[in-house]
């Protein structure tokens, strides 16, 4: 296996090194000489006492594990699996895939002919191994000092309580829920006892307009939709019902009409009385659920029993209901979980991400309870009512570890809790990274830098805390049982140091198993392009050391005159001049070279713009990667449209950069869509 063997040259060259040793700079030069002083080759090395306490302490460690998941994956997630419950074990095959469209349907299976159920496991397991008075969940509401927390016990309660109203109206086995709720604890409630009972959850963000909610109704319809009256995003007021409202109805127009709307008064942000209501279809959460008996018998699923269904966008047409199994993901989102983040059961654990995404699935919801987590919930936006907002609550919890997008600024406040970082959703810049580090960390927290996707149901590449040193900017190696390959446009693998397109080579119990009701368009978009891997849709170069660092989509790769060039690789080159705060890049179309490179620059606080610091800008990127690489425009950007996931919307950005601007599409899911008109003014300036 050609990856083992870099992995093994990699560690060679580290056996050399006093494990865990601080001093980089030392470091640096015994093992890198002199002449390798790029950013890529600045190693961090965990620390002394942070390796002699993580789960996989070394380098020799990590590759024993994975080098065994790999030869012999059965074995590996078997073992893993069995520490389980299990109603009735899987059969004699743990696993079977085909992922060549070549030969036949594309299947993946794990643990198929296992029988378990995934709440019981993150619930009722915890609870008879003794952590049933351990919180399971802190919710911190948007305004500061309204909070509440639920036991693993108490959460039992409540989860049994839903599950018994949704089997009384009718809900069974394979029926789908639309679950539409902000950061409120009955979020995770109503995604447990879907799984409880067998029934297929499709969270819909609670950021998306009333067409999009329409479309995902149409699409998966559902027996019911979960919802709330209201939510305080800071200090505005989101009508959720109404947004409830005007997509059930559009959805009874197309033909598929729900009976049953199961609101949440959700009190801080709007009474009953205020909330427009439906009468026969609608039904106050308050007022029934708590009437059912707090036990509910679990439903036992089949392994490759549907659990959810997640809608994610594809680059063209409808979003795409991508569907996971219960067994392998839940597995694979346990094992992830406590890997990547080296838990311990003293951990205190806040994931900023809402739960209508993936990350909130993964490792809000399923990957941390299945650990008998203690997990902070925070309804609000990390800068209500100031900035300082997200450290309050680090400090308030004692939050050890904090798994987050890397847009947060920080001030004031102690975090001396912290001991491990997390990072997902974009490449993380270098400059980006050791602000991360040495701001948030206080150099003293391995990050996380977690490569996966929404179809991955989890962590793919991904560091391990404490087993080897890090590389500001790169997500480092695969996970055990993962193959990432590397491969060129015609789809061959590509060996050592090199870069082209990321794909996946044999299935992990994490992946999804199709898309929710076109199987055909699943194997076209993920299986087609080439033939034998799954194609993550990502670029990808791989270091002499075998570390991966992301380059972004591979829609976001700019062809400049035959020039491939990664908008991560500018970004990271505009970012390192000092007075540049934040970029993002996008290709636009040029006469000569094919395309332009269209760069959005958001400055350091109180920087003035001015030509002469446009022209610095652009300098800074011709010395990094190269004439050719040059912005042919610095757009200022005030600030950047992002998603609440923290995501850089670059569809929108393309299209204020070719001024396409009738065309801008749903801005509905952007934290605060006024940016988009800021930067259309500046267009020009
Ligand atoms: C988990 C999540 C997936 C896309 C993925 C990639 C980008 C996510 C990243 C990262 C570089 C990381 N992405 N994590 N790129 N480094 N650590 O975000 O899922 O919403 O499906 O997005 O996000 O481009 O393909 P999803």
């Known amino acids: 296996n050609i990856h083992t063997k870099s992995y093994l040259r990699h560690v060679e060259s580290m056996k050399i090194l006093p494990s865990g040793a601080g001093q980089i700079s030392e470091l640096k030069a015994v093992i890198l000489g002199d002449s390798l002083a790029s950013e890529e080759n600045d190693l961090v090395f965990p620390s002394q006492p942070f390796s002699n306490q993580a789960l996989v302490s070394s380098p020799q460690k990590y590759l024993e594990m994975y080098k065994r998941s790999i030869e ?12 389980f419950y299990w109603e009735k074990k899987w059969g004699q095959q743990v696993n079977s895939e085909n992922l060549d469209v070549t030969k036949g349907k594309i299947s993946i299976e794990w643990f198929k002919g296992g029988i378990t159920n995934i709440c019981y496991n993150c619930l009722d397991a915890n609870i008879k191994a003794g952590n049933g008075d351990k919180v399971a969940l802190h919710w911190e509401g948007n305004e500061p000092g309204v909070d509440g927390s639920l036991t693993y016990r108490q959460l039992l309660e409540r989860v049994c309580q839903l599950a018994n109203f949704l089997k009384d109206k009718g809900v069974k086995k394979g029926d789908t829920v639309i679950i ?58 989101i009508d ?18 729900v009976d049953l709307c199961l609101t949440f008064e959700n009190e801080s942000a709007m009474k009953k009385e205020a909330t427009k209501w439906q009468k026969g279809r609608d039904i106050w959460w308050q007022d029934v659920v708590p009437k059912y008996p707090t036990t509910c018998d679990v439903e036992w699923v089949d392994a490759e029993d549907p659990l959810f269904l997640l809608y994610t966008s594809g680059s063209t047409g409808k979003p795409k209901g991508v569907l996971h199994t219960t067994g392998g993901y839940m597995i694979y989102t346990a094992t992830t979980f406590k890997y990547a983040f080296d838990y311990k059961d003293s951990d205190i654990y806040w994931c900023t991400a809402d739960c209508g995404w993936i990350t909130g699935h993964s490792y809000v919801t399923y990957g941390p309870l299945l650990n008998g987590a203690t997990v902070v919930l925070y309804e609000g936006v990390p800068n209500y009512p100031d900035s300082g907002r997200c450290w309050e609550i680090v400090d308030k919890y004692n939050v050890t570890i904090f798994y987050t997008a890397p847009t947060l600024y ?36 391995p990050i ?14 991904t560091p391990l805390p404490g087993a080897w040193p890090q590389k500001p900017g790169s997500a480092t190696f695969p996970f055990f049982g993962v193959q990432p390959v590397i491969v060129d446009e015609k789809g061959n693998e590509i060996d050592g140091e090199c870069s082209g397109y990321l794909c996946v080579k044999s299935s992990w119990p994490g992946a999804f198993r199709t898309l929710y009701g076109d199987h055909e368009r699943y194997e076209t978009t993920y299986f087609k392009a080439f033939a034998g891997y799954y194609f993550s849709g990502d670029g990808c170069s791989r270091d002499k050391d075998g570390y991966h660092w992301l380059t972004g989509r591979v829609d976001d790769v700019i062809n400049v005159s035959g020039h491939r060039i990664g908008t991560a690789e500018v970004e990271s080159a505009l970012v390192s001049h000092p007075q540049c705060a934040e970029a993002a890049v996008v290709g636009v179309e040029h006469e000569v070279k094919g395309q332009g490179i269209y760069a959005f620059v958001t400055l350091v606080e ?70 988009v008109d800021q930067l259309i003014s500046l267009a020009d300036s």
Not at 448 to 461: H, L
Request: overall charge positive; glycine content about 6%.
């Open 448 to 461: 996380s830098d977690t490569w996966w996707q929404t179809e991955t149901g989890g962590f793919m590449i």
């Open 72 to 83: 012999d994956p059965a074995g590996f997630w078997s073992d893993i699996a069995s520490e």
């Open 240 to 257: 959720l019902k109404n947004i409830v409202d005007a997509a059930l109805l559009e959805s009874s127009q197309n033909g598929i009409s």
């Open 606 to 675: 109180g920087v003035p713009y001015s030509e002469d610091l446009r022209k610095s800008l652009v300098l800074v990127v011709r010395n990094q990667i190269g004439a050719f690489a040059a912005p042919d425009k610095i757009h200022w950007a005030p600030s950047l449209p992002k998603t609440r996931s923290g995501k850089i919307m670059r569809r929108i950005l393309r299209k204020i950069a070719s001024r396409q601007l009738d065309e801008l599409g749903d801005i509905s899911t952007l934290a605060d869509p006024s940016v």
């Open 410 to 445: 920080v001030t004031r406040h102690s975090r001396k809790s912290l001991r491990v970082l997390g990072s997902v959703g974009e490449p993380i810049n270098p400059s980006a990274w050791r602000w991360f580090y040495n701001v948030v960390g206080d150099s003293r927290c």
């Open 180 to 237: 539409y709720l902000p950061m409120i604890m009955e979020l995770p409630i109503a995604m447990l006892a879907c799984a409880r009972i067998g029934a297929v959850h499709s969270v819909v963000f609670a950021g998306y307009s009333a067409e999009s909610l329409n479309q995902r109704v149409v699409d998966c319809k559902p027996k019911i939709v979960i919802t709330c009256n209201a939510v305080m995003r800071g200090k505005k007021i």
